[in-house]
T-cell receptor, first 111, second 113 residues
Framework: GENVEQHPSTLSVQEGDSAVIKCTYS??????FPWYKQELGKGPQLIID?????GEKKDQRIAVTLNKTAKHFSLHITETQPEDSAVYFC??????????FGSGTKLNVKP | DTAVSQTPKYLVTQMGNDKSIKCEQN?????MYWYKQDSKKFLKIMFS???????INETVPNRFSPKSPDKAHLNLHINSLELGDSAVYFC????????????FGSGTRLTVV
């Protein structure tokens, strides 16, 4: 089955700096890659996603890039704010079926 | 209105007991899931139902039995609870083939003592 690896496991940045989280996947048939943010005591919430026919997608301070050849995708958060502090998960799926999640990145934005 | 709601939010029980977690979604989604999140935050799928039919059944002990009375509900029953079952269980739903990710519930923290 699919194997998704996520790095780093923890990331600490100063408020206003950028944060980058990287994921790799193993199954070249995967074609949908969502990113989730999980705040303490809550369920993961979808923040952005990208499909295999697109190389980059941006939504305000958040962007995701996909390199299908290398089988990796990344989440970029610019101008980080304390409220961005959370655990972020990447995932991969084939045709929106079973999602395989990365192991999560705990982002800490220091004021 | 909560899109995906789970009850209870917290569940503390003794080894050997049987317990159930309930999940309901009001999004009109066709597909519902149960995920287990362990102490290291790793999310792993357990089951998936599409229109009341089981479509994904990962390697989960037989002590776990999902039940979907209709497409808006997916319950999880656990028999003979063990210490290793302690985790946060998340229900999620999706529109299946319609181009979108999951909507998760807020989770049920199960502690087996």
């Amino acid at each position: 089955g699919e194997n998704v690896e996520q790095h780093p496991s923890t990331l600490s940045v100063q408020e206003g700096d950028s944060a980058v989280i990287k994921c790799t996947y193993s199954d070249s048939a995967s074609n949908y890659f969502p990113w989730y943010k999980q705040e303490l005591g809550k369920g993961p919430q979808l923040i952005i996603d990208i499909r295999s026919n697109v190389g980059e997608k941006k939504d305000q301070r958040i962007a995701v890039t996909l390199n299908k050849t290398a089988k990796h995708f990344s989440l970029h958060i610019t101008e980080t704010q304390p409220e961005d502090s959370a655990v972020y998960f990447c995932a991969a799926s084939i045709n929106f079926n079973k999602f395989y999640f990365g192991s999560g990145t705990k982002l800490n934005v220091k004021p | 209105d909560t899109a995906v709601s789970q009850t209870p939010k917290y569940l503390v029980t003794q080894m050997g007991n049987d317990k159930s977690i309930k999940c309901e979604q009001n999004l009109g989604h066709d597909t519902m899931y149960w995920y287990k999140q362990d102490s290291k935050k790793f999310l792993k799928i357990m089951f998936s139902y599409n229109n009341k039919e089981l479509i994904i059944n990962e390697t989960v002990p037989n002590r776990f039995s999902p039940k979907s009375p209709d497409k808006a509900h997916l319950n999880l029953h656990i028999n003979s609870l063990e210490l290793g079952d302690s985790a946060v269980y998340f229900c999620a739903s999706s529109s299946g083939t319609a181009n979108y990710g999951y909507t998760f519930g807020s989770g049920t923290r199960l502690t087996v003592v």
